[in-house]
């Protein structure tokens, strides 16, 4: 059974900093490329990140892009979110999501919720 | 980036009835589109890929349809637990885009 189990989420400070991780189980991980996605409270859904299998193409939103760095690590299968100089606009559940090629983001983690407030 | 901009951002339906949300693109993506399910407090659901083709284990009442810049996801009989809100994600390129949503009530 393919799980995605998200963690590293909390309450952090303006200008903070964070790490998220996705455990992966189930399935090859080194095969898949991986994503990141955010929904903030009471909104809508937003792609953040996407990495490749080797980690050779990497993809962020232009809102995070130069804050936020997505990596993985094949051998512990596991995808990472290092979030730096958060924001109030941050704030949001993360969830990493694998994709399958041709079809789209197939298997989702249950999320994360990241609070950046003072 | 790709615009993808979904319609109608709600609607109130009975148990029974046929629904039908669009989504547009604003430019062609082929039919690399996704339609999603999700439910409060739960993560969202891949319903279809490729525009039409139906993930495995997702009833047969959902049906995509569209190519392009135009897109559809049908239920034909909407069930009880059908009521949530669906997304549409253009899967062409990079940065991906969600539609805003469609939240589906009971009415």
């Known amino acids: 059974e393919v799980q995605l189990v998200e963690s590293g989420g909390g309450l952090v400070q303006p200008g903070g900093s964070l790490r998220l991780s996705c455990a992966a189980s189930?399935?090859?991980?080194?095969?898949?490329?991986m994503n990141w996605v955010r929904q903030a409270p009471g909104k809508g859904l937003e792609w953040v990140s996407y990495?490749?299998?080797?980690?050779?193409?990497?993809y962020y939103a232009d809102s995070v892009k130069g804050r936020f760095t997505i990596s993985r690590d094949n051998a512990k299968n596991s995808l990472y979110l290092q979030m730096n100089s958060l924001r109030d606009e941050d704030t949001a559940v993360y969830y990493c999501?694998?994709?399958?090629?041709?079809?789209?983001?197939?298997?989702w983690g249950q999320g994360t919720l990241v609070t950046v407030s003072s | 980036a790709i615009q993808m901009t979904q319609s109608p951002s709600s609607l109130s339906a009975s148990v029974g009835d046929r629904v039908t949300i669009t989504c547009r693109a604003s430019?062609?993506?082929?039919?690399?589109l996704g339609w999603y399910q999700q439910k409060p407090g739960k993560a969202p659901k891949l319903l279809i890929y490729?525009?039409?083709s139906l993930q495995s284990g997702v009833p047969s009442r959902f049906s995509g349809s569209g190519s392009g810049t135009d897109f559809t996801l049908t239920i034909s009989s909407l069930q009880p637990e059908d009521f949530a809100t669906y997304y549409c994600?253009?899967?062409?390129?990079?940065?991906?885009?969600f539609g805003q949503g469609t939240k589906v009530e009971i009415k």
């Open positions: 999501a694998r994709r399958y090629p041709g079809e789209s983001l197939d298997y």
């Open positions: 189930g399935f090859t991980f080194s095969s898949y490329s």
């Open positions: 990495i490749s299998s080797s980690s050779s193409t990497i």
């Open positions: 430019q062609g993506i082929r039919n690399d």
């Open positions: 490729a525009a039409s």
């Open positions: 994600l253009q899967d062409y390129n990079y940065p991906q885009t």
